[in-house]
Nanobody, 123 residues
Framework: QVQLVESGGGLVQAGGSLRLSCAASGRSFSDLDMGWFRQAPGKEREFVAAMRWSGSSTYYADSVKGRFSISRDNAKNTVYLQMNSLKPEDTAVYYC????????????????WGQGTQVTVSS
């Protein structure tokens, strides 16, 4: 079993930055591929970014490519999402998730989810 706890959300003006953190506990964090998803009001949850367990590969949704960056610190059992040049359309609840295998952008392959952290970008 793996527990995930996100932090770092908040209110920021358009053009600003935030860094989300996701702390993992339980089974070996270094075995897990990690991902970030988000859900805006009235919309389905969508893929944002993912990283392989080794850190060798990263993946991004087109909407955030060049602005967001995913990273991980296996020594701290933590994955990060650095969000720059934020836009009002980035407003959503952001979720951290963990998987052992499967296609990185598919929700169904993620076995563990955090509770989410709210990010609000004002115009």
């Amino acid at each position: 079993q793996v527990q995930l706890v996100e932090s770092g959300g908040g209110l920021v003006q358009a053009g600003g930055s935030l860094r989300l953190s996701c702390a993992a506990s339980g089974r070996s964090f270094s075995d897990l591929d990690m991902g970030w998803f988000r859900q805006a009001p009235g919309k389905e949850r969508e893929f944002v970014a993912a990283m392989r367990w080794s850190g060798s590969s990263t993946y991004y949704a087109d909407s955030v490519k060049g602005r967001f960056s995913i990273s991980r610190d296996n020594a701290k059992n933590t994955v990060y999402l650095q969000m720059n040049s934020l836009k009002p359309e980035d407003t959503a609840v952001y979720y951290c998730a963990a998987r052992y295998s499967g296609t990185y952008y598919q929700e169904s392959v993620y076995s563990y989810w955090g509770q989410g952290t709210q990010v609000t970008v004002s115009s």
